[in-house]
Every structure is written in structure tokens, then in C-alpha cells.
């Protein structure tokens, strides 16, 4: 068959230099792909108030979730601090 419908096109947001061989990720592929699931959605809201939206590769994606920990965590320390 030649015509196939259902696939998304799927592109980090991080710039090119980041990623190996400095080329930006490019994927096509169903949402029922399990691959899919490893591509990430993530909001931010910037210092300036302004809401920010990024779509993030699986490797991409890790970081984040690391710098959200490490984020988490100091936020934690910061709103605890002079409680113990």
C-alpha cells in the first residue's frame, strides 16, 4: 500500500549541536509505537512569566528529567530552610 495515514512527526526542540553527530532528531512513527512514549511533552514557565513548551527526544528528555530532580531537590531545601 502506498499511502499510509496515523503517523506523527516527531522533532526535539533543543538545538542541533546537543544531539550526536549535531543533527536534531526526526522521527515518524504511530502513537502506539512504544517508541513514542520515550518522547516527551514538557511545559515551563519562564522568569519572566511567560509559559514555555518544548517537545524533547528520549536522550533529551533524561536530562530534563535530571534537572527536574536536581530542581525538586532544591526546592525542597529552599522551602524547608530554618525548619529543621
Not at 18 to 29: C, I
Not at 42 to 49: L, Q, R
Request: with cysteine; net charge negative.
Amino acid at each position: 500500500m502506498a499511502r499510509e495515514d496515523g503517523y506523527v512527526r516527531l522533532a526535539c526542540d533543543r538545538a542541533e549541536a546537543v544531539h550526536p553527530g549535531g543533527a536534531m532528531p526526526v522521527e515518524y512513527m504511530k502513537p502506539e509505537d512504544k517508541r513514542y512514549a520515550e518522547w516527551t511533552d514538557v511545559s515551563y514557565t519562564d522568569t519572566h512569566g511567560v509559559a514555555m513548551r518544548m517537545t524533547l527526544c528520549p536522550d533529551c528528555a533524561a536530562k530534563h528529567r535530571s534537572i527536574m530532580e536536581t530542581h525538586d531537590r532544591d526546592m525542597t531545601d529552599f522551602a524547608n530552610e530554618g525548619r529543621r
